[in-house]
């Protein structure tokens, strides 16, 4: 009994390699960063500051991670940024998917004109002081509801998610249901979700990140500092960090002028 065998070309093996090589540069740029920083992580503070530290460890210990979680301020930043970016990342994912989905359809009337006026925002915006205005008349200031509500919605996102609604769900699954008696609400939730699970985990995604990282908002909404994210509360750590050091310096230049003054009498 003979086998069929399928010889591979030489321009295809090539291919293949150079994708081999490009993929796993790739992983190292990602891997390397991350080693590093958990390296310093779990290294003797000592070690790090004198830069002996690279990619393996050196003293390890436990003391940065023991200063963190004693830190009750440190914690209770990052369960508000949990809690922001959960509640943001559901909110902002179902008003997108809500408007993207109609203005895929044809029986939308002045879908079109709707669309060109949301992406007309993409354009100009209202700027920060009457945007602070607006949050502060609706009472928000001071209030997690002023990180999530401004920027629940991101144009951009409509138009992915409109683009994979009418490019992957054929019209043929909506006149199906139709023809079943399905309503438009039944539909939506039970044909078009089930098969947009792709979109839908990417739109977490890009909400969730963004919402995360943001710190502006919060530095701009937020009075109390219990309610501080955990990005406003690293940067305020910074900010106190880079100040004593510049206090530090300083008081040393000063130190050293008045020895050399005393030096010259």
């Known amino acids: 009994m003979s ?10 093996r090539i291919f293949d390699l150079v994708n081999i090589i490009f993929l796993a540069l790739c992983f190292l740029v990602v891997f390397l960063p991350l080693l590093n920083i958990v390296s310093q992580s779990v290294s003797d503070p000592a070690s790090v500051l004198a830069g002996k530290v690279i990619l393996l460890p050196k003293k390890p210990t436990l003391i940065s991670y023991e200063r963190i979680l004693s830190n009750s301020v440190i ?3 990052f369960a508000n940024s949990a809690l922001i970016t ?7 994912v179902s008003l ?8 895929s359809r044809k029986t939308l009337i002045g879908r079109n004109a709707i669309m060109w006026y949301f992406v007309f925002t993409m354009l100009f915006n209202g700027g920060l002081i009457p945007t602070y205005l607006v949050v502060k008349d ?16 991101s144009v951009w996102n409509i138009v992915i998610a409109r683009t ?7 019209n043929e699954f909506y006149e199906a249901a139709t023809i079943d008696g399905s309503s438009d609400i039944r539909t939506f939730i039970q044909i078009v979700l089930p098969v947009s699970k792709p979109i839908l985990a990417v739109l977490t995604l890009f909400y969730a990140v963004g919402i995360w990282n943001s710190y502006f908002d919060a530095m701009i909404y937020l009075k109390s500092q219990p309610k501080f994210p955990l990005q406003l509360v690293l940067r305020n750590v910074l900010i106190s960090s880079q100040l004593q050091a510049q206090m ?7 130190d050293s002028s008045q020895s050399l003054a ?3 009498a």
């Not at 086998?3 to 295809?12: E, L, S, V």
């Not at 959960?86 to 902002?92: N, P």
């Not at 001071?142 to 990180?147: N, T």
């Open 3 to 12: 086998k069929n065998t399928i010889r591979i070309k030489t321009g295809d």
């Open 75 to 77: 914690i209770s930043g």
């Open 86 to 92: 959960l509640l943001g990342t559901i909110l902002s």
């Open 96 to 103: 997108t998917i809500m408007a993207a989905y109609p203005l």
């Open 138 to 153: 609706f009472g928000m200031i001071d209030k997690y509801m002023a990180l999530i509500i401004p920027n629940a919605i």
């Open 164 to 170: 994979f609604f009418i490019n992957t769900i054929p």
């Open 248 to 254: 530090i310096e300083s008081r040393g230049v000063s």
């Open 262 to 264: 005393m030096a010259e």
